[in-house]
């Protein structure tokens, strides 16, 4: 038996460990089956509709991205700021009321209007309280009338009056003055309508030559006459030409005052008729005093609406006084003012007007001569104030 050197023996076992090092990686390769490597794929593109993230198989599912042409959702309103019609602030509205007085300043003596007056040479007074005067101006204006002509069967002397004093204001009439013509007895009777056809209205007056009743509703006539004049914007002017006397109206003197107190931008001008009749009645008794009565109406009618009373007894005193209605009618200061009670309760506010110089005293007038010139402020007694719901 042949014996192993121990220095040859461990080399041996040396070699052996080293190859059964190196079979064992090579004999694990044989006994696991080959895998083919994997195929790469070119990714395709998704389709229009398959648009947006993609979903996997998990529990959250993504959802696609709106189509881009869908409109998007209209904002939320916004709560508005101004709450008023018309986007409008809020304000305080204060309505103050304006008065207008129309006034007329003639010489007594001549009848001529005075030019040239301020607002500093007027003084208002309002229920005996000085207003403070806004503005002065002057106007010549055409007229817009009514001429209230008395005709009825009583007296020949007071139609003879009636036609004279009429054809008189005719004659002062300009191309572009509009006139109504209105009759009374028992009833009104409109002969003309405004127009400034002078043939027509000569026309109309040359009819009155037979009058039909002998009764003189004088209230009655002049209360129609208001209302339907009153409808007509401007200022407007009645010419009443008649004897005053009122017969059977069924409106009362003080319902009548009332009607003319209300009515506003209306002068009145009064023309008794019968003042001959009277002197060669020569005064006295009932007549006398029915007569008076009737002056102190038609003077109260006018000197309430800022007009003028006359009573002649000669026919050759007509173009002076209508020279003198001229005068007040187409040239007239227009005074604007606020008054201090600017309540609006409807009631009936005096009016007075009055002409100062700058230290406050009433105002005198001279002549180029130096001797003073007496002078009429003519201008209507007062308004009525508004009411609430005006």
């Given at each position: 038996m ?54 996997d ?18 904002p939320?309103?916004?709560?508005p ?96 003055d ?26 109309s ?19 129609e ?14 010419i ?49 005093l ?29 173009p002076d ?28 506010r ?41």
């Amino acid at each position: 038996m042949m014996t192993i050197l121990p220095h040859l023996r461990a080399r041996i076992l040396l070699l052996l460990s080293c190859s059964i090092v190196l079979t064992l990686p090579t004999a694990y390769a044989q006994d696991t089956p080959a895998q083919a490597p994997p195929q790469q794929t070119k990714p395709t593109p998704p389709s229009p509709d398959d648009a947006g993230p993609d979903t996997d198989n998990g529990t959250i599912v993504l959802k696609k991205k709106k189509e881009a042409d869908e409109p998007p959702p209209p904002p939320a309103p916004v709560a508005p700021k101004v709450k008023n019609p018309d986007n409008e602030t809020f304000s305080l509205r204060v309505d103050v009321p304006i008065v207008n007085i129309d006034a007329t300043v003639i010489l007594d003596k001549t009848h001529q209007f005075v030019p040239g007056l301020k607002a500093n040479n007027f003084l208002i007074l309002e229920d005996g309280v000085p207003q403070t005067i806004t503005s002065v101006r002057t106007t010549q204006t055409p007229i817009t009338a009514v001429m209230l002509l008395e005709f009825a069967a009583n007296s020949y002397y007071l139609i003879n009056d009636m036609r004279n004093a009429s054809y008189s204001f005719f004659r002062t009439l300009r191309p572009d003055d509009y006139i109504a013509v209105v009759t009374y007895d028992l009833r009104t009777h409109i002969l003309t309508d405004f127009t400034n056809n002078k043939e027509l209205i000569a026309q109309s007056l040359s009819s009155l030559v037979i009058p039909g009743f002998s009764d003189t509703d004088m209230f009655d006539a002049l209360y129609e006459t208001l209302d339907r004049t009153s409808r007509i914007e401007g200022r407007k002017y009645i010419i009443l030409i008649g004897s005053g006397r009122d017969t059977f109206s069924k409106l009362t003197l003080d319902k009548m005052l009332a009607k003319v107190k209300s009515t506003q931008n209306i002068t009145i001008f009064t023309i008794s008729t019968g003042a001959m009749l009277n002197e060669m009645r020569g005064g006295g008794g009932p007549r006398e005093l029915d007569y008076l009565q009737a002056q102190n109406q038609l003077q109260t009618f006018a000197r309430m609406t800022g007009g003028l009373s006359f009573a002649p007894i000669f026919q050759g005193e007509l173009p002076d006084i209508f020279s003198q209605i001229n005068q007040s009618i187409r040239n007239e200061y227009i005074l604007t003012y606020r008054p201090t009670n600017n309540k609006n309760d409807g009631t009936y506010r005096k009016v007075k007007v009055l002409l100062v110089d700058n230290e406050g005293h009433p105002l005198r007038m001279q002549d180029e001569k130096g001797k003073p010139q007496k002078y009429s402020v003519i201008a209507r007694d007062g308004y009525n104030a508004k009411l609430p719901v005006e």
